[in-house]
């Protein structure tokens, strides 16, 4: 790796890291957030709800903008955005303000998270060099959002939740104060127009199914808030899917769908979200509704998960070079699917949290090796030039997929306890042991999918 591209490395994954922060950065804050400003119970939620809609919503259309108008220019423009945003979200004294500034973290999400990985990609031979930079990118994606939990609970206990969009500020003034002299631009050599029926037929549809799925998590699956939108927003798709087949132009050609590598590669990555992110919130609930522990001391027993996740990073890369990437997939899956399930175990007293740091530890090195082997797996054999909608492929199965998982968790937790009847630690235990049994249950099924449909990308070690 040369000095140049070292460079290239630290600035991309310091804006990827940032960016996985503010997913979960203000998870513990909300309560203190809502007194302040003067959110309800009934409205909280849209604090988060407004950022995921967004960041999910609007990552392939950017994936594709990036790909047609300069990867380096989208990536400036949303780091500035993310800045400017944050800087409002910081001093706002209003909800609607308030929301404002996470509709634009959002769309700034959107935005840069594609374009970085594509400039990460492109900046980088197909192999060796690319899969160890995709395996720290992923490292630090992932860390970032156990990251957020922590730091979330220690700004707000010792300086503000204020800090929690403050601390966006100077990094982001860095960051696009250094992008012009390190980044080379890249577009393509002959421009192309933007399919726009297809670009607004898969963003709102990418929308309303996202909403719906924040919507289960606080009515129910079968809610019409919650049928209604995922039914429009899966009709928008096959509408999307249609016009692709019909336009000369298409934000998302059909042919690169029905490649193996990047169908399956995909829906190994959202479930590699899907499970670890929502884990993170069943251990939250079990945590202080089981144990007692405060939000800080919860988010402080997550350090080990990201250490785990940094470690997978690191050992994924080394992995794949031995295996491949369909081999690496399937042994992250299994190795994660044992160790979530050994957290069935957990009880009520507080020897169980050495179980927990054990188990979570393993499963974040386990979790972390499949991404990597995702991320390798969608972004190979494809031209530079396609590189934008790959990584808009890839991030937006890693959007969809933290936003899927806490929903799907909350929903088999409640309806347990319900069943149960009232709220108690033991009910909460119960129902988080449930939705761990489930958690497992997906990553295995996700190692045997791939081994059966996954077709391994031929690599190329130059």
């Given at each position: 790796?040369?000095?140049?591209?070292?460079?290239?490395?630290?600035?991309?994954?310091?804006?990827?890291?940032?960016?996985?922060?503010?997913?979960?950065?203000?998870?513990?804050?909300?309560?203190?957030?809502?007194?302040?400003?003067?959110?309800?119970?009934?409205?909280?939620?849209?604090?988060?709800?407004?950022?995921?809609?967004?960041?999910?919503?609007?990552?392939?259309?950017?994936?594709?903008?990036?790909?047609?108008?300069?990867?380096?220019?989208?990536?400036?423009?949303?780091?500035?955005?993310?800045?400017?945003?944050?800087?409002?979200?910081?001093?706002?004294?209003?909800?609607?303000?308030?929301?404002?500034?996470?509709?634009?973290?959002?769309?700034?999400?959107?935005?840069?998270?594609?374009?970085?990985?594509?400039?990460?990609?492109?900046?980088?031979?197909?192999?060796?060099?690319?899969e160890k930079a995709l395996g720290l990118n992923g490292a630090?994606?992932?860390?970032?959002?156990?990251?957020?939990?922590?730091?979330?609970?220690?700004?707000?206990?010792?300086?503000?939740?204020?800090?929690?969009?403050?601390?966006?500020?100077?990094?982001?003034?860095?960051?696009?104060?250094?992008?012009?002299?390190?980044?080379?631009?890249?577009?393509?050599?002959?421009?192309?127009?933007?399919?726009?029926?297809?670009?607004?037929?898969?963003?709102?549809?990418?929308?309303?199914?996202?909403?719906?799925?924040?919507?289960?998590?606080?009515?129910?699956?079968?809610?019409?808030?919650?049928?209604?939108?995922?039914?429009?927003?899966?009709?928008?798709?096959?509408?999307?899917?249609?016009?692709?087949?019909?336009?000369?132009?298409?934000?998302?050609?059909?042919?690169?769908?029905?490649?193996?590598?990047?169908?399956?590669?995909?829906?190994?990555?959202?479930?590699?979200?899907?499970?670890?992110?929502?884990?993170?919130?069943?251990?939250?609930?079990?945590?202080?509704?089981?144990?007692?522990?405060?939000?800080?001391?919860?988010?402080?027993?997550?350090?080990?998960?990201?250490?785990?996740?940094?470690?997978?990073?690191?050992?994924?890369?080394?992995?794949?070079?031995?295996?491949?990437?369909?081999?690496?997939?399937?042994?992250?899956?299994?190795?994660?699917?044992?160790?979530?399930?050994?957290?069935?175990?957990?009880?009520?007293?507080?020897?169980?949290?050495?179980?927990?740091?054990?188990?979570?530890?393993?499963?974040?090195?386990?979790?972390?090796?499949?991404?990597?082997?995702?991320?390798?797996?969608?972004?190979?054999?494809?031209?530079?030039?396609?590189?934008?909608?790959?990584?808009?492929?890839?991030?937006?199965?890693?959007?969809?997929?933290?936003?899927?998982?806490?929903?799907?968790?909350?929903?088999?937790?409640?309806?347990?306890?319900?069943?149960?009847?009232?709220?108690?630690?033991?009910?909460?235990?119960?129902?988080?042991?449930?939705?761990?049994?489930?958690?497992?249950?997906?990553?295995?099924?996700?190692?045997?999918?791939?081994?059966?449909?996954?077709?391994?990308?031929?690599?190329?070690?130059?």
């Amino acid at each position: 790796m040369t000095g140049k591209q070292r460079l290239i490395l630290v600035l991309l994954l310091t804006a990827s890291f940032t960016l996985a922060v503010d997913f979960s950065i203000l998870n513990v804050a909300l309560p203190v957030i809502g007194s302040e400003i003067g959110f309800g119970l009934d409205t909280l939620q849209w604090i988060i709800t407004a950022f995921a809609l967004c960041a999910a919503g609007f990552t392939l259309l950017f994936g594709r903008v990036a790909d047609l108008f300069g990867r380096r220019r989208l990536f400036i423009l949303g780091m500035a955005v993310l800045g400017i945003a944050s800087l409002v979200g910081g001093l706002a004294t209003t909800p609607a303000l308030l929301l404002i500034a996470r509709v634009a973290q959002g769309l700034a999400t959107a935005a840069v998270v594609p374009a970085a990985l594509s400039l990460l990609t492109t900046s980088f031979p197909e192999g060796k060099l690319r899969e160890k930079a995709l395996g720290l990118n992923g490292a630090l994606m992932a860390a970032g959002f156990t990251t957020g939990a922590i730091l979330g609970g220690v700004l707000t206990d010792l300086l503000s939740w204020r800090w929690a969009f403050f601390i966006n500020v100077p990094i982001a003034i860095a960051v696009v104060m250094l992008a012009p002299a390190i980044l080379a631009e890249s577009r393509p050599a002959q421009k192309t127009r933007l399919d726009v029926p297809g670009a607004i037929t898969v963003t709102l549809g990418l929308l309303a199914i996202v909403y719906g799925l924040s919507s289960a998590a606080e009515t129910s699956w079968v809610h019409p808030m919650t049928l209604g939108p995922l039914l429009f927003g899966a009709l928008l798709l096959v509408v999307f899917w249609f016009v692709e087949r019909n336009t000369a132009h298409p934000l998302v050609p059909v042919a690169i769908l029905r490649r193996s590598t990047i169908a399956w590669g995909n829906i190994a990555g959202a479930l590699a979200f899907v499970t670890e992110t929502s884990l993170v919130f069943l251990l939250t609930l079990y945590l202080q509704k089981t144990l007692g522990y405060t939000p800080l001391g919860a988010g402080l027993s997550f350090a080990v998960l990201g250490l785990g996740t940094v470690l997978g990073g690191i050992v994924g890369p080394r992995l794949i070079g031995r295996w491949g990437t369909k081999k690496t997939i399937i042994v992250g899956f299994t190795v994660q699917a044992a160790a979530t399930g050994s957290l069935v175990l957990l009880g009520t007293n507080g020897e169980s949290i050495i179980l927990l740091l054990i188990a979570t530890f393993v499963g974040g090195v386990a979790n972390l090796v499949a991404i990597v082997g995702f991320m390798v797996t969608a972004t190979s054999g494809l031209s530079d030039h396609e590189q934008g909608l790959a990584t808009g492929l890839a991030t937006m199965s890693q959007q969809i997929g933290i936003t899927m998982g806490i929903p799907i968790m909350s929903a088999i937790v409640a309806a347990r306890v319900h069943r149960l009847g009232a709220e108690t630690s033991l009910t909460v235990l119960d129902g988080v042991s449930t939705a761990i049994l489930v958690n497992a249950g997906l990553c295995l099924i996700t190692a045997l999918a791939v081994a059966a449909f996954l077709k391994s990308p031929a690599r190329n070690d130059a």
